[in-house]
């Protein structure tokens, strides 16, 4: 059994297991399963706005599918949520990544 298939047994005990999904979603990039990798990081935003390490990736996804636009916001409330956190680290990292982006 692949580690993508070990992950999709985890998610059949705890479907909103926020750390499996995103777990899948990183397997599903490996793959360059993109589309599936967008749909589980938008998932967990959603549905667990503090989960700010799902927006960094997320907002990588984008900027390797050209998509700036869509990246620039994923940081901008990846940086929100952290500062609501206080997680100066998530907050720092998304930042750098922002900034690079932009500039």
């Known amino acids: 059994m692949d580690r993508i298939d070990k992950l999709k047994e985890f998610l059949k005990a705890d479907p909103?297991?926020?750390?499996v999904q995103h777990a899948l979603a990183l397997e599903y990039?490996?793959?360059?399963n993109d589309?599936?990798?967008?749909r589980l990081f938008e998932t967990i935003i959603e549905r667990e706005p503090g989960y700010v390490g799902s927006y960094y990736h997320l907002?990588?996804?984008?900027?390797r599918n050209r998509d700036n636009d869509g990246a620039v916001k994923v940081y901008?409330?990846?940086?929100e949520e952290a500062k609501k956190l206080?997680?100066?680290?998530?907050?720092?990292?998304?930042r750098g990544a922002y900034e690079e982006l932009i500039y």
């Open 35 to 38: 589309g599936e990798a967008r």
């Open 16 to 19: 909103t297991d926020s750390f």
């Open 76 to 79: 901008e409330k990846g940086m």
């Open 29 to 32: 990039i490996k793959q360059g």
């Open 59 to 63: 907002a990588k996804l984008l900027e």
């Open 86 to 94: 206080g997680d100066n680290k998530a907050y720092g990292e998304l």
